[in-house]
């Protein structure tokens, strides 16, 4: 079965949904050691809370963990993949992992992860600016997540 998602005003959420995002809240923001004494706070059991804990999310907290990874074939020349990072960060992405293969007859495949969740401009901006970099033969992204 495919997952679905809802957008749900809080006020008409059951009570224990609300209370798992509140128990959630107070363990980012360190003004609980641990579930039990978080959940013990908002009067949740813990049982609820570990029922409902990965799939109740706030909607902001969802755009923030955007990880994108966009496959590159470059030019095996100093430089390339330099100047296709500094892209990535002038568009305030954050690169979390770079797999590049072996250049064969001039050419390497790159592969980065990307987070996007601070980006200031559309993803496909950012694509683009790759796609015409000097020594940029192709981009894609291959995932999204």
């Keep these: 079965m495919m997952e679905r998602y809802f957008v749900v ?3 008409i959420l059951p009570e224990g949904i609300v209370k798992t995002i509140q128990v959630k809240e107070m363990l980012q ?3 609980a050691a641990t579930v039990h004494e978080a959940a013990e706070r908002v009067g ?3 049982s609820a809370f570990y029922k409902y804990k990965d799939g109740v999310h706030l909607l902001n907290q ?3 963990e955007r990880i994108v990874t966009i496959s590159m074939d470059l030019v095996h020349r100093s430089g390339v993949l330099s100047k296709v990072l500094g892209l990535v960060a002038g568009y305030e992405g954050n690169v979390l992992t770079i ?3 072996i ?3 001039g050419m390497a495949n790159v592969v980065i992860s990307v987070d996007t ?3 200031g401009g559309e993803l496909s901006e950012l694509i683009e600016a790759i796609r015409r970099q000097d020594g940029v033969h192709k981009a894609s992204v291959i995932g999204q997540g």
């Design 103 to 105: 250049p064969l007859q």
């Design 117 to 119: 969740s601070l980006m």
């Design 29 to 31: 923001r360190g003004e």
């Design 9 to 11: 005003r809080e006020d």
């Design 99 to 101: 797999h590049q293969t």
């Design 44 to 46: 949740l059991s813990r």
């Design 62 to 64: 969802l755009e923030r």
